[in-house]
């Protein structure tokens, strides 16, 4: 099975350092982001499509045509356009069902063996409060219903997307949703589209570390570190 990792950003909040290597090269506890990313992969994922970008070459460098028996395919973004566009990149490359991933989150192995038991999936975790990021609506039978981004300020509990996303081939029949006001298209957004004709299974995460910027690194850490990761 296939894995994609969205790892084309340029990582300005990460600056400075992301200056000179790109944000999923950035090191906490031992190894750099994409390290950790892929020693979390189930067994099951035998190939890695790496769509890179700003400062690819260093991925390409470091990781080399395999990563712990894990063939490693990469596909360039010249033009940062959003998760959507990244991801129908990597398209004539897809043989099956797969899992895509974001560059620079951090996720636990259990966690996406358990969205690869559905053919199309979203990892969520609750939020208390208020937060930022992709809100996950749902219908009253649970059914995916929208994500919305941006912040949101209510009180009560939020459901965010994590990121992970199981798919078919089939995501692929559907146009991209460009993002409004935005040069950019997204992928959970066009996810919603392919809700209307397939069964999107929620799974809530057991663990989920977004590395956003410099001040995140010191909790991602600690984190690391307590989970033995």
Avoid at 59 to 71: C, D, L, P, S, V
Avoid at 145 to 153: A, D, K, L, S, V
Avoid at 215 to 229: G, I
């Amino acid at each position: 099975m296939q894995a994609v990792i969205l790892a084309a950003g340029k990582g300005v909040r990460m600056r400075p350092l992301t200056y000179d290597i790109p944000k999923p090269m950035v090191p906490v506890a031992g190894k750099n982001l994409l390290e950790h990313k892929l020693n979390q992969l189930p067994d099951s994922i035998d190939e890695v499509i790496i769509v890179i970008g700003y400062l690819g070459d260093q991925i390409i460098n470091y990781f080399g045509a395999q990563y712990h028996g894990k063939k490693i395919i990469y596909v360039r973004q010249e033009e940062l356009l959003g998760t959507g566009k990244a991801l129908w990149l990597a398209r004539e490359h897809i043989k099956g069902k797969f899992i895509s991933l974001m560059g620079d989150d951090i996720y636990a192995r259990a966690d996406l063996e358990k969205c690869l038991e559905y053919d199309w999936a979203v990892l969520a975790q609750k939020v208390p409060g208020p937060a930022r990021g992709g809100r996950i609506v749902l219908r009253p039978d649970g059914h995916l219903q929208e994500i919305i981004e941006g912040e949101h300020n209510h009180a009560h509990q939020h459901l965010l997307n994590t990121g992970v996303f199981v798919l078919e081939p089939e995501i692929f029949n559907y146009e991209l949703v460009k993002l409004p006001g935005k040069e950019e298209w997204g992928l959970p957004q066009t996810l919603v589209q392919a809700a209307q004709d397939f069964d999107i299974k929620i799974v809530l995460a057991s663990f989920w570390l977004p590395v956003t910027d410099a001040h995140d690194l010191k909790k991602a850490e600690e984190m690391l570190k307590s989970h033995n990761m």
